[in-house]
């Protein structure tokens, strides 16, 4: 006999709902047709996964991966100042700058961190490239890759698809340490940032949890936990940087979320971190299919469910709080990917984490080139962008009668 949801032929809750009854993937990933459902021939019995569904999210990942390095090579090849093709090329390829690449600072550029490096002496094309350009690059994509994932996991663990790092307080968690580090211990470096800032965020996740109800814990309750720590956090920052005006100096470019001060340091600071939760989110995939399905299913199935939430969160620190420390808080890009990855892969957490953690990034570099040639000479920040495409893109998304539902 099959069993329906109260909602109709299709699920009202978890990464499942909105899959028809006849879709239904189980926790080991494969795609069953319970007996006597569906619109196709196949007979009752036969549970087998459709042929050729795997082989097509295999190619589209593919195909992600093709054009995530198309994004990153036009972030190395564009920027705030024109530079040859030629001359970029041969900065990669060469490690130095071809002869009379050096130029002075156009007008307006002062600004930018590319001005800055010409003003300083450095603005061969080499320097340029190599030492700005590619570790802006890398940047991008470990922040992307983690803001992706972080929104997926975020999304499967509340079973609301409205979350984001905001939703439980890490971002505020992490801009609350940052702030006390600049005002009362005089930090001004980005890798002494990122220290704080990832304390912020672990602190801030272990405190929604536990106000959240720990093992009793709901997606509900996690969100309200989560929302109040944020109003709190944000109204105290809010009130140092007022009252710390060199706070506020230090911070104006970190608050809204930018790239343009990347360096090699930073990245190798964000890299073990960022790594970490790559690794645990993939491993919580099917814990997380089994745990969509119900906290009494996910049991019955042998998922250890508070092991899950609580992997969830570590992966959710680390992850979030190495993006935030290094980039400041930038919005919609863990909200949005995860939606748009549910579209092309369904709801199963094994294909969405590796496609949101390609496709965010695209996303992320791809808003970092238009910041940089829409207002050349100077420059956008990579945030500013993301809220202005994010905001119509995600109503868009939501307005979609076939928007996947989770």
Sequence with gaps: ?????????TGAFGPFAGAPVDEVPRPDGITAT????GGDDTPPGDRSPRPGRGGR?????????????VVAAASVALGARAIPLDQVWDAVAGGTA???ATVETPDGLEGTEEGAAVEDGLGDTATIVLEMRVPRTLLGLLVGAALGLAGAVMQALTRNPLAEPGILGVNAGAAAAVVSAISF???????????????????????????GGSRATTPVRLA?????????????????????????????????????????????????????????????ARPLNALALGEDTARALGTRVPGTRIGSMVVI?????????????????GL????????????????????SAVLAPVLLLGADILGRLLARPGELQVGIVTALIGGPVFIHLVRRRRMAQL
């Design 1 to 9: 006999m099959t069993a329906r949801s109260p909602a109709g032929p």
């Design 34 to 37: 319970p007996p006597g459902v």
């Design 185 to 211: 211990l005089g930090v001004t470096t980005i890798r002494g940032w990122i220290w704080f800032a990832f304390l912020g965020a672990a602190v801030v996740s272990v405190m929604v949890y536990a106000l």
């Design 336 to 355: 949005m990917i995860p939606h748009l990855v549910r579209s092309i892969t369904g709801p199963d957490m094994r294909w969405i984490l590796p496609y």
């Design 98 to 100: 071809p002869t009379g």
């Design 224 to 284: 309200l936990a989560g929302t109040a720590i944020t109003a709190a956090l944000y109204g105290y920052v809010n009130a140092v940087v007022l009252l710390d005006t060199a706070a506020l100096d230090r911070m104006r470019f970190w608050t809204v979320g930018s790239l343009a001060s990347a360096r090699m340091e930073t990245v190798w600071e964000i890299l073990p971190f960022v790594g970490a939760g790559c690794v645990i989110a993939l491993f919580l």
């Design 57 to 69: 999210r295999a190619v589209g990942l593919l195909l992600s991966v093709l054009l995530l390095a």
């Design 317 to 333: 620190t680390l992850l979030c709080g190495a993006a935030t420390a290094a980039c400041g808080p930038i919005v919609f890009v």
